[in-house]
């Protein structure tokens, strides 16, 4: 199974390289070209197409998956399949069906952002889509398999109107997630950086539940994220876009719910784990909304307002904000993948940890004026 799962993360990680690099000589044909201007930190044009090989490497293995979930229960697959695999062929098959809802779902968001990409979309409409793709995937999956793309699902049968409060918190979860990636996206590799740490926790997470399927769909994540951070580092010679930058959180936002809440292991604090382990992106989110609407702009204008753009201006380089970031980040969500394994002084100790972590950045954020 390690094996499988590492084949996984090289073939995602080879996709997305490969087609980072092919994108980026076409980007202009593509008409996916991202201009410097006042609130943009790059000071040339760069292509913004690297989301384009980001999501194909990700959809790539799993509809190989998908197919082959079909071709191993025949009698020529389960011949050639090792035996010591055969013990996960019933979950394959029982998931393969999600897989392709969330495939499906994803490919939504992704062609959302490729439009705003080309012809910048206003608020309103970006956010209505990102807010349909979110409830097709849970209304879809919902179909599929009860409960399997919606979080709280204890209040199913609390009280009347238990399922819709669920279903309705499931869809605002994905979306929060969906624009904090995207809202992360504001600086040379920060926004995969931040992507491959939040995954590899959850990872961990699924690793300890022995959630296998989900632990093989992290690393998928992590290899196109991964590929393509290699040309999005600082200095970048690529930028994901919001084809990229969406498909991150929204992709990422699904695999939180099944990875905290599948297994239907813990105690009540363990709700608390992808709040912790996505803090930074969420704060980030959050602190740059609520700047934008004091001074009576729409939270989805772009400015140069973010934590990362706070940090430069106190005199860090941007691979130095950056990897700051990625500290913290790391920092915060460390300790959360253990929280269904222990008692509650130690949820509180590893909530303490996370709390202290955002309370530094607001520190230095509030440190001399930075708000531009």
Same mark, same amino acid.
């Given at each position: 199974?390690?094996?499988? #799962? %590492?084949? /996984? @993360?090289? &073939? *995602?990680? !080879?996709?997305?390289?490969?087609?980072?690099?092919?994108?980026?000589? +076409?980007?202009?044909?593509?008409?996916?070209?991202?201009?410097?201007?006042?609130?943009?930190?790059?000071?040339?044009?760069?292509?913004?197409?690297?989301?384009?090989?980001?999501?194909?490497?990700?959809?790539?293995?799993?509809?190989?998956?998908?197919?082959?979930?079909?071709?191993?229960?025949?009698?020529?697959?389960?011949?050639?399949?090792?035996?010591?695999?055969?013990?996960?062929?019933?979950?394959?098959?029982?998931?393969?069906?999600?897989?392709?809802?969330?495939?499906?779902?994803?490919?939504?968001?992704?062609?959302?952002?490729?439009?705003?990409?080309?012809?910048?979309?206003?608020?309103?409409?970006?956010? #209505? %889509?990102? /807010? @349909?793709? &979110? *409830?097709? !995937?849970?209304?879809?999956?919902?179909?599929?398999?009860?409960?399997? +793309?919606?979080?709280?699902?204890?209040?199913?049968?609390?009280?009347?109107?238990?399922?819709?409060?669920?279903?309705?918190?499931?869809?605002?979860?994905?979306?929060?997630?969906?624009?904090?990636?995207?809202?992360?996206?504001?600086?040379?590799?920060?926004?995969?950086?931040?992507?491959?740490?939040?995954?590899?926790?959850?990872?961990?997470?699924?690793?300890?539940?022995?959630?296998?399927?989900?632990?093989?769909?992290?690393?998928?994540?992590?290899?196109?994220?991964?590929?393509?951070?290699?040309?999005?580092?600082?200095?970048?010679?690529?930028?994901?876009?919001?084809?990229?930058?969406?498909?991150?959180?929204?992709?990422?936002?699904?695999?939180?719910?099944?990875?905290?809440?599948?297994?239907?292991?813990?105690?009540?604090?363990?709700?608390?784990?992808?709040?912790?382990?996505?803090?930074?992106?969420?704060?980030?989110?959050?602190?740059?909304?609520?700047?934008?609407?004091?001074?009576?702009?729409?939270?989805?204008?772009?400015?140069?307002?973010?934590?990362?753009?706070?940090?430069?201006?106190?005199?860090?380089?941007?691979?130095?904000?950056?990897?700051?970031?990625?500290?913290?980040?790391?920092?915060?969500?460390?300790?959360?993948?253990?929280?269904?394994?222990?008692?509650?002084?130690?949820?509180?100790?590893?909530?303490?940890?996370?709390?202290?972590?955002?309370?530094?950045?607001?520190?230095?954020?509030?440190?001399?004026?930075?708000?531009?």
């Amino acid at each position: 199974m390690l094996f499988a #799962a %590492g084949a /996984i @993360f090289i &073939a *995602a990680f !080879l996709l997305s390289f490969l087609g980072t690099y092919s994108v980026r000589r +076409f980007s202009h044909h593509l008409g996916l070209i991202d201009m410097p201007g006042e609130r943009k930190v790059h000071d040339r044009p760069i292509a913004r197409s690297g989301g384009i090989a980001i999501f194909w490497a990700m959809a790539i293995p799993m509809i190989v998956g998908w197919l082959g979930s079909y071709w191993i229960q025949t009698p020529a697959g389960r011949h050639i399949l090792p035996a010591s695999l055969m013990r996960y062929i019933p979950g394959i098959i029982y998931d393969r069906t999600l897989m392709l809802v969330l495939l499906v779902c994803t490919l939504g968001i992704h062609l959302l952002g490729v439009a705003d990409d080309r012809r910048a979309l206003s608020a309103l409409p970006k956010l #209505a %889509g990102q /807010i @349909f793709c &979110a *409830a097709a !995937l849970v209304g879809l999956g919902e179909w599929v398999q009860p409960g399997a +793309f919606r979080i709280l699902t204890v209040l199913d049968h609390a009280f009347p109107g238990g399922f819709f409060i669920s279903a309705v918190v499931s869809v605002l979860w994905i979306v929060l997630l969906t624009n904090a990636l995207n809202f992360m996206d504001n600086m040379d590799g920060l926004s995969a950086g931040v992507a491959i740490i939040c995954a590899g926790m959850f990872f961990i997470a699924a690793l300890i539940h022995q959630q296998y399927f989900i632990c093989g769909l992290l690393l998928m994540y992590i290899g196109a994220a991964g590929g393509f951070l290699l040309f999005n580092f600082p200095p970048a010679s690529i930028f994901m876009g919001d084809c990229g930058s969406m498909v991150l959180g929204f992709f990422l936002g699904a695999l939180t719910i099944r990875t905290t809440f599948y297994s239907g292991q813990g105690r009540w604090y363990t709700l608390l784990m992808p709040l912790i382990v996505t803090a930074i992106p969420i704060y980030d989110l959050l602190v740059v909304s609520l700047v934008r609407l004091r001074r009576g702009r729409s939270p989805m204008q772009g400015d140069t307002n973010h934590f990362s753009h706070r940090l430069t201006r106190h005199g860090f380089t941007k691979k130095g904000a950056v990897m700051v970031i990625y500290a913290a980040t790391l920092a915060s969500g460390l300790s959360a993948p253990i929280l269904a394994l222990v008692g509650s002084t130690a949820a509180v100790l590893v909530g303490m940890q996370a709390a202290a972590v955002l309370a530094i950045i607001a520190i230095l954020e509030r440190v001399g004026e930075h708000t531009q």
